[in-house]
T-cell receptor, first 115, second 113 residues
Framework: DAGVIQSPRHEVTEMGQEVTLRCKPI?????LFWYRQTMMRGLELLIY????????DSGMPEDRFSAKMPNASFSTLKIQPSEPRDSAVYFC?????????????FGNGTRLTVT | QQQVKQSPQSLIVQKGGISIINCAYE??????FPWYQQFPGKGPALLIA?????SEKKEGRFTISFNKSAKQFSLHIMDSQPGDSATYFC????????????FGTGTRLLVSP
């Protein structure tokens, strides 16, 4: 298995532009998570899906952020309009089941820089 | 109450030494405590995990010690190697039901040759 695949690896954009981050989870994993990592706040859970349905989006910072999972093999995180404070590394992770011992499998992240 | 506090923020250990990273939690409902390891440019990966029914779990050179009464747990890396240089995150969640890990802020470990 290729693992969780994220694209792009790096994104540099100007303030006000729309940014779309993409994720392909591991096949067969029913749970998909979007995390944001910054030096100040560490790893923050933004939203997670179960069987393509958003379950908890309480971590989404504001309405500028939206996430979708149109099918079991693809998810997007969109920021519109982007702001410099959105600069961070965004990780997608998937997990096979809902028990606490289910390991999170992270992608290699998308480093977003908003100028 | 959802926080997991991790220390130290950074750590330098000589090759062959013992690395110790500590975490503390408040939520007594937490009953699953994993550690994740992250190398530069990569996502975190599960390293080792423990449940509170045991006080210690060992996998190779990595050991988790758990103190339920103090609500603390720690990662010990024995015979630390330069290849262990990475950022380590402790985390906590509830074992049953939907997983929602709460991560510590991370410890950057550097093992000097």
């Amino acid at each position: 298995d290729a693992g969780v695949i994220q694209s792009p690896r790096h994104e540099v954009t100007e303030m006000g532009q729309e940014v779309t981050l993409r994720c392909k989870p591991i096949s067969g994993h029913d749970y998909l998570f979007w995390y944001r990592q910054t030096m100040m706040r560490g790893l923050e859970l933004l939203i997670y899906f179960n069987n393509n349905v958003p379950i908890d989006d309480s971590g989404m910072p504001e309405d500028r952020f939206s996430a979708k999972m149109p099918n079991a093999s693809f998810s997007t995180l969109k920021i519109q309009p982007s702001e410099p404070r959105d600069s961070a590394v965004y990780f997608c992770a998937s997990s096979p089941w809902d028990r606490g011992n289910s390991p999170l499998h992270f992608g290699n992240g998308t480093r977003l820089t908003v100028t | 109450q959802q926080q997991v506090k991790q220390s130290p923020q950074s750590l330098i250990v000589q090759k062959g030494g013992i690395s110790i990273i500590n975490c503390a939690y408040e939520n007594t409902a937490f009953d699953y405590f994993p550690w994740y390891q992250q190398f530069p440019g990569k996502g975190p990966a599960l390293l080792i995990a423990i449940r509170p029914d045991v006080s210690e779990k060992k996998e190779g050179r990595f050991t988790i010690s758990f103190n339920k009464s103090a609500k603390q747990f720690s990662l010990h890396i024995m015979d630390s190697q330069p290849g262990d240089s990475a950022t380590y995150f402790c985390a906590a969640s509830m074992y049953e039901g939907f997983q929602k890990l709460v991560f510590g802020t991370g410890t950057r470990l550097l093992v000097s040759p």
